[in-house]
């Protein structure tokens, strides 16, 4: 049986790699540092990690924001081509359709991982509580306090 802890850090699996009662999807694109596409049961689907906010990348008029290929490059090497477990919590879509997730890959909690290294900030927090909440609030704070990414 699985069991996650806080490792002082980011939220890891204990014991199994894979997560009982959660989706297993591989990631088959990463669109930006907080939205990827997956293969979960046979459909492809983008889904926007939960309750994270990245920088942008250039798209439609909008210029690249500082550190958005930072985080565009962090979720490639970390997530490209992986298997990768979803936790939903909350809303299960946004208003874009995309699925709303957490993802743990390798055991650990990604969206965590990007708050930890500056490349995110806690944001659309729209229908609490929610489960990881407090968590991602101090995971943010380590970043600040490490002078990070976008808070460098």
Known sequence: MSKIIDKGSTLTV?????IPGLDTATVTGVIDGDTIQVNVNGSEVDVRLLL????????YDNPTEPHGSDAIAFASRVLAGKTVQLEYDGPKYD???RLLAYVWVSGKMFNQMLLEEGLAHVA????????????YLLAQTRGKNAVKGIWG
């Open 14 to 18: 204990l014991a199994e790699q894979e």
């Open 52 to 59: 994270i906010d990245s920088p942008e990348i250039a798209h």
């Open 95 to 97: 208003t874009y359709g």
């Open 124 to 135: 659309y927090v729209i229908d609490p509580p929610y489960k990881y909440y407090d968590k």
